[in-house]
């Protein structure tokens, strides 16, 4: 329906402004950026450095006229935004007048024109959001572009537009004794972990829980027979069933086991995913490693040893640049608010009863 106010008038719905917040930080982000470049040349040029003056001169160069094409840009959609609606509601008010003059039309007939009018208005503002994240993405391609190598520059923006983000990753390890008929020389690692997946368009989409087991433990030497590597699926904290060559892969010969269920995400929509699953590890191993295949904004890591006759002390190793800023909370926890990116995760680190004494010697 069209909008009117209280003396009948016609006012078309307004678009959108939340992309401005984001515009203007971005704008605010590149100016900031050109500002401290002016200061590292200035810096750089005293100190008599004159290659590394050059490099921060050409970035102060970038990001000026990265800042400016972002202004000069956003200046001229809005008027061209304002262009087409002016249009738009010159013509609605000639035709409003032209009914008004010649009851001839039908109102069943206005009513339709007016509403086509305001859906027309609706699609301009689409466009201009959309038009406006195009001018983001051109920018930052092209001041990033110049400054690092073409391959890194790939890998960094396919991370940088990934359409859906994990964060809040908790993990729960437990080590417990084996099952009977397990090799002696084995335990049980159960994991559990849970994390939040958002959907960062505004536009539905679809995500594939995946979780992945392959290892070199040879599953029938550990007596690990008739058992799954993946136990229990919950989204939303709602129990899914998993099937064997629906959501469930298993290749036996490669001791490889997946596990694959698509859900469905509304436009910037957060789920809840939770995920169980144990396996068979050697007690000599001493470690167990889990990657990540897609980003992940935090992890946090505890253990519980149910299998105190065999196994001691325990801990955590981060795979990530900033592995030394990784903490240990009051009840156990090993926690990084770091991203993560693909490939990297964490070990879980233990240490056999008898062979702590042999190392301390």
Known sequence: MANEDASGDFKPRQPSNAWKKDLWKTAGVVAGLAFISYLLYFYF?????EGIARFFEALLVAFTAGCVTILGNDYNARKRMEQD?????????????????DRT?????????????????????????????????????????????????????????????????????????????????????????????????????????RSTHSEDVDLAAAGWTGRDLHLALLVDDQPVELKHGVNLLVEAERNFSRLVHQITLGPRESRSITLHGEEPCLISAGRNTYLHATPVLGIEVEIWNDYKEMIGTSGVQMNHPAAGEAKRDGIGRYVLERAFLPGQGFQVTWKEIGRETTDAR
Do not use: W
Not at 45 to 49: E, I
Not at 85 to 101: I, M, N, P, S, T
Not at 129 to 157: C, K, S
């Open 85 to 101: 609606r002016q249009e738009l509601k010159d013509q609605f008010a000639q035709y409003r007048h032209q009914v008004e003059q």
């Open 105 to 209: 039309r039908l109102n069943e007939e206005f009513i339709r024109y007016r509403e086509q009018a305001e859906l027309e208005l609706h699609h301009l503002a689409d466009e201009f959001n959309r038009y406006q994240e195009r001018i983001a993405t051109n920018v930052f391609d092209a001041v990033l572009g110049r400054i690092v190598p073409a391959e890194v520059f790939h890998e960094i923006n396919d991370i940088l537009h990934s359409e859906i983000v994990r964060r809040d990753c908790k993990y729960r390890i437990i080590f417990k004794e084996p099952y009977p008929g397990m090799a002696k020389d084995h335990f049980v690692i159960r994991r559990e972990v849970r994390y939040i997946v958002e959907n960062r368009l505004s536009r539905e989409t679809i995500f594939a829980v």
């Open 45 to 49: 040029r005293t100190l008599g450095f």
